[in-house]
């Protein structure tokens, strides 16, 4: 009976230390305080930050408890580009999906060769020539549906405000032929792509950014080394 109650003792100690240190860990997030800071105001930043980023809101641990942050980027065309490559591919330069799309930004093999690339491999060990493809995709894309965005820029079709930022990240998705497509159809053609991702949700979720940095061009020159 003694060794009963002792060994009850010692399991109710056990129980309650694990309870305690569990009871922690869950509370830990409640207890962590961040503040959102904008770069340019951050007074020991080690690197020079270019003008550029300087509008990019990061958390700022207020105690030493929080071990990760990610940045929370603002709807300038820098936002705009980072939501697009982590909706694609989580930001992965390397990434080949499985139906033959590439980089970052997933470019099929047509969008590359309109752009002047035909090194796949070459492209993809690339983040600069990346970087450089989407930025001359978007001026044109822009340039493509140039005249439907005089237009149709805030209005509202099949329930789906259109903005320059939604229809150039929809264009990405598909191609503008597929945005003109849904305009000219009063909203009832919506493409889908190979995973079934429609048309209508990059027009919502990236809708609004400022893209205005972007000059529509039909004349891209990308140096492909």
């Known amino acids: 009976m003694r060794l009963l109650l002792i060994s009850a003792v010692t399991f109710g100690s056990v129980f309650f230390s694990l309870w305690i240190n569990v009871k922690s860990i869950f509370d830990t997030e409640k207890e962590e305080e961040t503040d959102l800071v904008i770069v340019s105001e951050i007074s020991s930043r080690p690197v020079h930050i270019d003008e550029k980023y300087a509008n990019m809101l990061v958390l700022i641990p207020k105690n030493d408890k929080l071990k990760c942050l990610s940045p929370i980027l603002t709807k300038d065309f820098v936002g705009f580009k980072e939501a697009i490559g982590f909706r694609e591919s989580s930001g992965k330069y390397d990434n080949v999906s499985k139906f033959g799309y590439f980089g970052k ?121």
């Open 105 to 225: 930004y997933q470019f099929g093999k047509c969008a590359m060769s309109d752009l002047g690339i035909y090194d796949a491999e070459a492209f993809l060990k690339s983040a600069k020539l990346q970087e450089e493809a989407f930025v001359a995709l978007c001026s044109l894309n822009k340039y493509k549906l140039r005249n439907y965005l005089a237009i149709y820029d805030g209005k509202t079709i099949n329930g789906i405000e259109l903005t320059e930022s939604g229809m150039l990240a929809a264009s990405h998705l598909l191609g503008p032929g597929a945005v003109i497509a849904f305009i000219k159809s009063d909203g009832k053609n919506v493409g889908k792509d190979g995973l079934g991702t429609s048309l209508l949700e990059y027009l919502e979720v990236f809708k609004d950014y400022d893209t205005s940095v972007i000059t529509a061009s039909s004349k891209i020159t990308l140096r492909v080394s």
